[in-house]
């Protein structure tokens, strides 16, 4: 997966996890749809493993695919993690 191909616009047509843009930032998602959405790139990522497994990937590639594969979980979840939860405010601090 590319990075960030799995994070879409809110209306865009496709697969991965819904992520809503406000202007020139991401907007608020509750701690559900982060879990949500964790849970959703965690299953990509472990879909590519699989994948890239049976390719057969020669020795010689096989680093560069597996670096490009962590490469792009990790800043899918970077993503994810940067956002802030819209949740229940307690004692004048946010949730998350």
Known sequence: MPTGAGLRRAG???GGVAV???ESYLSLMTTQEKTNA???IVTNHKDNVTAAQAA???AGLNALVIE?????FTADLA???ALKSSGIRR???AQG
């Open 38 to 40: 964790i849970l959703k």
């Open 20 to 22: 809503a843009w406000n």
């Open 56 to 58: 057969n990937i020669s």
């Open 12 to 14: 865009e047509a496709g």
């Open 91 to 93: 004692a004048g601090h």
């Open 68 to 72: 490009a594969m962590n490469n792009a």
């Open 79 to 81: 993503v994810i993690f």
